[in-house]
T-cell receptor, first 113, second 118 residues
Framework: EAQVTQNPRYLITVTGKKLTVTCSQNMNHEYMSWYRQDPGLGLRQIYY???????DKGDVPEGYKVSRKEKRNFPLILESPSPNQTSLYFC????????????FGPGTRLTVL | AQTVTQSQPEMSVQEAETVTLSCTYD???????LFWYKQPPSRQMILVIRQEAYKQQNATENRFSVNFQKAAKSFSLKISDSQLGDAAMYFC???????????????FGTGTRLKVLA
């Protein structure tokens, strides 16, 4: 089954404790992306990647890191989480061509205390 | 920079009736893509419909259709014969054209919550 998986689905952590949210896709997609969703703000793109070892900043990259060492994986790293990073996070992937459809993961609800 | 505006935070529609959700955007690009996504209470993001800017014909998917006005930079979603299962948050999204480095980015609106009344 074609899918994007994210782990964990829910996470409660404390300020400053490094964490990684994993994202994996099984569709051999070139393009992968991370978003955060906040009430009243919609989805905002954090980082995106068109290929292995190539990543670009979205509109809200501060406080986040990503890596794309393999085509299928695109982890999101928060090295020193802060309460303002409490949000719902989505990973998505697509072929990277034409009017391609983005496939979204199920989301990760992160709470930083 | 591109922007996407959804001016209706919340809309209501009677079951079986028609509702239109509005979306406007700002861009200097001539080649881009527009999307409507649905997010039900499950939080899953579901593609409803997409429109290529170079196509003049409005996209249609069953009960969902768009009114794409390129000159006015407007991209509204019409839902006909509304059903209870249509209740969700709807997001309008803009995908940029390819950059010189061969990539693109997405900009989403703030969403419209649609309630369907039985």
């Amino acid at each position: 089954e074609a899918q994007v998986t994210q782990n964990p689905r829910y996470l409660i952590t404390v300020t400053g404790k490094k964490l990684t949210v994993t994202c994996s896709q099984n569709m051999n997609h070139e393009y992968m992306s991370w978003y955060r969703q906040d009430p009243g703000l919609g989805l905002r793109q954090i980082y995106y990647s068109m290929n292995v070892e190539v990543t670009d900043k979205g509109d809200v990259p501060e406080g986040y890191k990503v890596s794309r060492k393999e085509k299928r994986n695109f982890p999101l790293i928060l090295e020193s989480p802060s309460p303002n990073q409490t949000s719902l996070y989505f990973c998505a992937s697509s072929t990277g061509t034409g009017a391609d459809t983005q496939y979204f993961g199920p989301g990760t609800r992160l709470t930083v205390l | 920079a591109q922007t996407v505006t959804q001016s209706q935070p919340e809309m209501s529609v009677q079951e079986a009736e028609t509702v239109t959700l509005s979306c406007t955007y700002d861009t200097s690009e001539s080649d881009y893509y527009l999307f409507w996504y649905k997010q039900p209470p499950s939080r899953q993001m579901i593609l409803v419909i997409r429109q290529e800017a170079y196509k003049q014909q409005n996209a249609t998917e069953n009960r969902f259709s768009v009114n794409f006005q390129k000159a006015a930079k407007s991209f509204s979603l019409k839902i006909s014969d509304s059903q209870l299962g249509d209740a969700a948050m709807y997001f309008c999204a803009y995908r940029t054209s390819f950059t010189t480095s061969g990539t693109y980015k997405y900009i989403f609106g703030t969403g419209t919550r649609l309630k369907v009344l039985a």
